[in-house]
């Protein structure tokens, strides 16, 4: 498939962003990214509301005496860090999460970690991972993060299944339910629900991605003696039935058992899609690169929903982790790789694409040129792994294209 | 370093696209890595702006660090340039792009642009915030397009009586309204409005709205008013000392500001004090004066906001409402003597922090009855329970409303009326609530004036009956659409004689009503 390679102007988030939903999933984790006050300003931004008075998240603004003397920011940083776990004594794990500035000036968070784990062994854990922009982007956050985990997690011999990747509470209970019921187990979760239970890895796992963007985390697992599936992504009905069937199969669970257990939820699943479909069929589709999920969604919304795809753009791509994806998509689509905003803007007005999926700074302004769009951050906020899900992913998209049905001014 | 949870302003840079986004014709490379293009969401998001700010990013990556970064910004210069043909340019980096020094103003300088002007903005990202940032880049804006218009050392000042001898109207620029700032655009239109009245227009509105050639002819006028000092001080002041314009500063928000605004300008200009409105022209003093008000007396109100919205809020609140101020205070450091100055009068102490858990904790402690805040402080009062109205940025997007609703003049002092008042409750109700609150009638729900609260719906009968999975998948559901999904199973379980409400019945129910 020929991608088209572009490099300029970025529009997306940096990896700092993967916080919103990282310490959702690990309550008793606290975030501390070490960088700037524009670090604090784009989580806050993401983020989009305070409802939390003390959110488990923050930055740790360097100032100017930070940056004339490394020794000094060093203790800067260790006297901070224990005025917060002294306020917060409910955090196990403290990730301290490397920005930008951070790395420019070199400031060694992996020694400090090590320095803080020995200050607080028994306590706390402190690991550390680079949310930064110059490394990371967006998702890649949560790839960085569970990758510096994977050292941490205890050896384990035993045959079991390991989901990696965060997903809602409620889905990942509704996987180990459907698990269950095919026959596949033990199964367990990176990053799992508190952050000290970290699960066992070794040759007896095999590993199952619940998202496409965590290529650094499934090299990591592999070095571990840890199988990787490959499968499709856990997107609408079609991307969940096979990948449920990639590890029902490496489990060695009869296929028609397996089948068994998931057509009926295929057949509601389809059910569910089927009144989207008839909003979406035909619609011409333009996704802007942000959180590497663009290959999985466009699987689904093409193969699934009927749309035609225009064009799929993706910030990065791991042949690796994309393959079944790829392999999914009709020939000739157009992927591109990287960014170069204003051409790639010049390539949307002049498609006149009947959707695009883009980041909350492009969506008013493509609006107002008359263009419906959909938010990508939706995508990763909301629970839509599953076939369960797969009506309500159907409507994330449906719905720009109902409302504009639905508006009249004259 | 210092911990940050969540911030009042940005860094300085998002200050400079505020400038470049306000005004048109201005293009603004900054040299930045790709996380920090979140900023347009601010304005395409907050503002509901129908285009991106004019504004490129250089989005370096760890990669180019070890080759030229200085090419990369050299390219996205040429890039804007040729692409956006603006009609002056501004270059700066943000807090990453200092350290490694590229000196981005002085490459685009030396890149042969002739008569394009090029600000080059330096902007101190360690030690500045965001509203610093935008008064310096309104400032240097304005400097770099007028330095070769300065008069002459010892040149008279010019007579801001002129007008008369000149056979025309007088006129005044407006300084200060930029996007992000509190109700600026409804504001310029109401002051707009008052100098009408008095017979006077405005020449230039800067930066919001203005082009390049409008800041060119800022010295045409015969005097500036800074409406917000946050903004525009540094450049009010540069023009005072060096076109000799002299400058308004009382800040016409409520009733009292409005009047003396208005005296200052027939003063400065040399109008007919006879023009000079009355204050009735809006309805707050009668509102606040009728009986319906004595409710108001001494109501606790706290105050936390930038100096400009602080200051004048606590005057309304003590001198036009009859409140009390228990509190006040402002994350705006640059003015915090002003702030200082006001609390000092009402026999306070002014709480000057950007540390948002500080300003909870003064506001839990001053027990108020009202705040008057930011974004932030309606968070923090919403879990302490007192209502609270937002009065200054930082904004929300509910704070950008559709409706006309300025805070300055006559009619941003009704505003102000209604949009304090309301989220207390009214005074005969709230007496009447006093009376019957024992009755068997009386639900906390009817206090629909108080806060936020809203009363909670009442569940629907059940049918079918829950099992125990079925509770436990319900659960999960966010609590805002449990109702509805709990109400759908039990209707889809009842119309198929379904006994037990699984959790498979709920996840086909839902298939089922998704259609
Ligand atoms: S791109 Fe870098 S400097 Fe900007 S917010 Fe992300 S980590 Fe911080």
């Known amino acids: ?410 | 370093m210092e911990l940050t949870l969540w911030t009042y302003e940005g860094p300085p840079h998002v200050g400079a696209m505020r400038i470049a986004a306000s005004m048109e014709g201005v293009h603004y490379v900054l040299h930045a890595p790709q996380g920090d293009t979140y900023a347009d969401l601010l304005f395409t998001m907050i503002e509901r702006r129908d285009r991106r700010p004019p504004v490129t990013y250089t989005t370096f990556q760890a990669r180019d660090l070890g080759g030229d970064t200085a090419e990369l910004v050299k390219r996205s210069i040429a890039e804007a340039v040729e692409r956006f043909q603006p009609q002056a340019l501004l270059v700066g980096e943000s807090c990453t792009a200092e350290l490694i020094q590229d000196q981005p103003g002085a490459l685009a300088q030396g890149m042969g642009y002739g008569d394009l002007p090029i600000v080059n903005l330096e902007l101190p990202a360690y030690s500045k915030k965001e509203n610093w940032g935008a008064g310096e880049t309104f400032y240097q804006l304005v400097r770099g397009l007028l330095k070769g218009q300065i008069p002459a050392p010892g040149s008279p000042r010019p007579d801001p009586g002129r007008w008369r001898s000149e056979g025309r109207r007088p006129r005044l620029n407006l300084l200060g309204p930029s996007l992000l700032g509190f109700r600026c655009r409804d504001d310029v239109t109401e002051v707009t409005r008052l100098l009408a009245s008095v017979g006077v227009d405005v020449a230039v509105v800067a930066p919001l709205g203005a082009t390049p050639a409008d800041l060119l002819r800022l010295p045409e006028a015969d005097a500036n008013v800074c409406l917000y000092p946050e903004v525009a001080d540094a450049t009010c002041s540069w023009l005072d000392r060096q076109f000799g314009m002299a400058c308004l500063r009382t800040v016409p928000i409520g009733i009292g500001a409005t009047v003396a605004f208005l005296n200052e300008v027939v003063e400065l200009l040399g109008l007919d004090p006879a023009r000079l409105p009355q204050p009735d022209r809006s309805r707050l003093p009668w509102y606040s004066r009728s009986v319906d008000s004595t409710y108001l007396t001494g109501k606790r109100v706290f105050i936390f906001a930038d100096a400009t919205h602080a200051i004048a809020a606590a005057r309304i609140a003590s001198q036009e409402l009859g409140f009390e101020v228990v509190g006040l205070g402002s994350y705006s450091r640059e003015q915090a003597r002003a702030v200082r100055a006001a609390a000092a009068e009402l026999g306070l102490e002014a709480l000057i922090s950007d540390d948002y858990l500080a300003v909870e904790a003064a506001m839990a402690a001053a027990a108020p009855e009202l705040v008057l805040g930011t974004q932030m402080e309606r968070h923090s009062a919403k879990r302490l329970g007192v209502p609270c109205a937002v009065i200054s940025s930082p904004l929300h997007v509910q704070d950008v409303p559709a409706r006309y609703a300025p805070q300055m003049g006559w009619e941003g002092a009704n505003v102000i009326f209604d949009s304090w008042v309301h989220p207390l409750m009214m005074g005969l109700e709230e007496h009447l609530i006093g009376m019957f609150r024992h009755d068997f009638e009386f639900v906390d729900g009817h206090m629909s004036h108080r806060g936020e609260t809203a009363a909670s719906a009442p569940e629907a009968p059940v049918s079918g009956v829950w099992t125990a999975d079925g509770e436990a998948e319900l659960k999960k559901v966010p609590f805002f659409v449990r109702g509805k999904v709990r109400r759908n199973a039990e209707t889809y379980a009842n119309e198929r004689g379904i006994g037990a409400i699984t959790a498979e019945v709920m996840f086909d129910a839902k298939a089922h009503f998704s259609r």
């Open chain 1, 1 to 410: 498939m020929e991608v088209l390679k572009e490099s300029g102007q970025r529009e997306v988030f940096c990896g700092l962003t993967s916080i919103v939903w990282l310490h959702r999933r690990m309550p008793d984790a606290f975030f501390l990214v070490v960088g700037s006050r524009t670090c604090a300003h784009l989580i806050q931004s993401a983020a989009g509301v305070m409802i939390f008075a003390e959110p488990r998240f923050g930055t740790a603004i360097l100032g100017e005496r930070d940056l004339a003397g490394l020794a000094d920011a060093n203790a800067e940083l260790d006297r901070l860090v224990t005025d917060l776990l002294a306020r917060r004594p409910e955090i196990r794990t403290l990730f301290l999460v490397g920005s930008c500035p951070s790395e420019v000036i070199k400031l060694d968070l992996a020694k400090a970690a090590e320095r803080l784990n020995e200050r607080l062994v028994g306590r706390v854990r402190v690991v550390n991972y680079s949310g930064s922009g110059i490394e990371t982007t967006f998702t890649q956050g949560e790839d960085q993060a569970l990758t510096a985990l994977v050292p941490l997690l205890p050896a384990g011999d035993q045959r079991q299944l390991l989901l990696v990747g965060t997903l809602a509470d409620a889905v990942e209970d509704r996987f180990l339910t459907l698990f269950e019921r095919l026959g596949v187990g033990p199964v367990l979760s990176l990053p799992p629900r508190r952050s000290t239970e970290l699960p066992p890895v070794g040759p007896g796992t095999q590993a199952l991605l619940c998202q496409p963007f965590l290529g650094s985390t499934a090299r990591a697992l592999q070095a571990r003696g840890v199988t990787l599936l490959p499968a499709p992504y856990p997107l609408g009905v079609e991307g969940s039935r096979r990948w449920f069937e990639t590890a029902a199969a490496a489990f060695g669970i009869d296929p028609a058992h397996t089948a068994a257990v998931l057509d009926p939820l295929v057949a509601r699943g389809q059910a569910a899609v089927a009144p989207h479909r008839r909003q979406l069929e035909g619609k011409r589709l333009f996704l802007l690169p942000d959180s590497q999920m663009e290959p999985a969604l466009a699987r689904f919304l093409h193969r699934e929903c009927g749309m035609e795809l225009v064009e799929v753009g993706t910030p990065y791509l791991d042949r690796t982790l994309q393959q079944p994806e790829l392999d999914l998509l009709p020939p000739g689509t157009a992927l591109s790789e990287g960014q170069h905003l204003e051409r790639q803007l010049e390539r949307v007005r002049a498609a006149r694409p009947d959707l695009v999926v883009c980041g909350m700074g492009l969506a008013n302004p493509l609006e107002a040129e008359g263009i419906a769009t959909k938010w990508s951050i939706e995508l990763v906020f909301s629970p839509i792994h599953g076939c369960d899900q797969a009506g309500d992913l159907a409507e994330l998209f449906a719905r720009p294209l109902r409302r504009r049905a639905s508006l009249a001014f004259a």
